[in-house]
C-alpha cells in the first residue's frame, strides 16, 4: 500500500505541480511497541542532500500537531508528544530543503491499545520437587502500565517436556503472575513459554523466551521434614547425653564445695577409708552415733577427727584427707 500511496502522491504532485519539485518520503508506517507511538519513513526515491522532515499527527479528535521539526533521521518518536492510551492516530510527513517542500504522505491509522504490540513477558521458574513455580513479569509500557492499560489481561502457559515440544499442554486464562505448576513427573526437565492476551488488543502478546527448569523427587518435601526431624531428635538425645554427663561432672566438681561429706563418700568407696568415712559421716550426728563409730574403727582416728569440732586438739587429719581429694 505505501508504494501505492506513493506511487499515486508521485502522479499528483507531478500532475500538479504547485507542490514544489522536492519528491516525498516513501513507505510512511506508524507503529507502536508497548504502548509507544512511532512514524518512520524512507528517504524519496532521489534524496537531495540536506534534506529535512516535517512530520505531524493528529487524534480522531484533535487537528494535526507537529511532531518532529526539520529533522534528518527517518524516524520521529511520538510518545512524549501527550498521546493517550485510547487515542486513536494519524501522521504525516514531508521533506522539505529551504522553502521547498514536498507534499505530505500521510501514514495509516493506529489505535493504540488495539493494534500496540505486546512485547514479551519475562519468565523465572522455581523448582520445588516434582513443582515448579512460574513467576511472570509483565513487560514495561512506555506510558502507563499493562495492567493499567488492559482491565482484563490472562497468561497462556505453555509447557512441555524438553525435547517434546510438540506434545505441548497449555493453561490458559491465568490471570495471577505467579503460578504453581504440580502436574509434573519427578525428575523431569520442563520448559515454559508464557504469552499474554488481553481483552482488547487484536493479538497475544509476543511469546517470552524458553525457560527450562527441572523438578527434583515428589519425596523431597516429607523427605526433607523426616531428615529435620530425625536431626532435631538426634541433637536433643545427644543434649540429654551430654546433660547427664555433664551433671555428674557438676556432681564431682561441685560436691567437694557444697558438701564434705558428700564428696567423702565417693572418694572412701575402698573399704579402708569406707571406714574413716563412715566414721566421719557418723561424727556429724549425735554423739552415740559417733561412740559407735569409735569402736568400730581406730578409735585413734576418730578422736583425732572429733577433736577439730570440740577442741581443735588435732586437725591434720582432715586436712589431710581434704588435700588427698583435691
Ligand atoms: C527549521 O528550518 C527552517 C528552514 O531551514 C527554519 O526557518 C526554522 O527556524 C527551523 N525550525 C526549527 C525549529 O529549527
Ligand atoms: C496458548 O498458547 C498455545 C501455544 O502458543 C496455543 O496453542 C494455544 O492456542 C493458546 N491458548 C489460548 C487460549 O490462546
Known amino acids: 500500500m505505501p508504494a501505492t500511496v506513493f506511487t499515486f502522491i508521485l502522479t499528483v504532485s507531478t500532475l500538479c505541480g504547485s507542490r514544489g ?28 542532500h540536506g534534506l529535512l522532515y516535517r512530520t505531524e ?12 521539526l526539520n529533522t534528518s533521521a527517518l524516524r520521529c518518536d511520538l510518545t512524549s508528544l501527550d498521546i493517550n492510551l485510547y487515542g486513536t492516530y494519524t501522521a504525516r510527513v ?15 491509522q493506529i489505535i493504540l491499545d488495539k493494534n500496540t504490540n505486546i512485547g514479551p513477558p519475562s519468565v523465572s521458574l522455581i523448582s520445588n520437587g516434582a513443582t515448579i513455580e512460574v513467576s511472570i513479569t509483565d513487560p514495561v ?13 490472562t497468561y497462556n502457559i505453555t509447557y512441555w517436556k524438553e525435547g517434546q515440544q510438540e506434545k505441548a ?7 495471577q ?3 504453581v505448576v504440580n502436574t509434573l513427573q519427578p525428575w523431569t526437565r520442563y520448559c515454559f513459554q ?3 492476551h488481553t481483552d482488547r488488543n487484536l493479538r497475544p502478546s509476543e511469546p517470552s523466551s524458553i525457560t527450562c527448569g527441572s523438578t527434583t523427587s515428589k519425596e523431597e518435601a516429607p523427605w526433607v521434614a523426616a531428615v529435620v526431624t530425625f536431626v532435631v531428635m538426634a541433637m536433643v538425645v545427644t543434649l540429654v547425653v551430654v546433660a547427664v554427663v ?56 576418730v578422736e583425732e577427727e572429733r577433736p577439730p569440732e570440740a577442741g581443735g586438739s588435732d586437725c591434720s587429719k582432715p586436712t589431710e584427707i581434704t588435700e588427698g581429694e583435691t
Open 57 to 68: 499527527f493528529n487524534s480522531s479528535v484533535s487537528k494535526y500537531r507537529v511532531g518532529c
Open 94 to 108: 514531508r521533506a522539505e530543503l529551504g522553502a521547498e517542500s514536498s507534499v505530505w504522505v500521510e501514514s495509516p
Open 141 to 153: 509500557f512506555k506510558i502507563s502500565e499493562l495492567r493499567r492499560a488492559y482491565n482484563y489481561a
Open 169 to 175: 499442554v497449555s493453561i490458559s486464562n491465568v490471570q
Open 177 to 179: 503472575n505467579r503460578v
Open 246 to 301: 555433664h551433671r555428674k561432672k557438676i556432681f564431682h566438681f561441685l560436691c567437694p564445695k557444697d558438701s564434705l561429706p558428700q564428696h567423702f563418700k565417693e572418694y572412701l568407696l575402698e573399704p579402708p577409708t569406707s571406714s574413716i568415712y563412715l566414721a566421719m559421716r557418723d561424727s556429724h550426728p549425735p554423739e552415740e552415733v559417733y561412740h559407735q563409730v569409735s569402736i568400730i574403727t581406730d578409735g585413734r582416728t
Open 194 to 196: 508464557v504469552q499474554i
Open 21 to 48: 519539485v522536492l519528491h516525498a518520503p516513501r513507505n510512511v508506517e506508524i507503529s507502536s511497541n508497548n504502548m509507544d507511538l512511532v512514524l518512520s519513513w524512507d528517504p524519496p526515491a532521489d534524496p537531495t
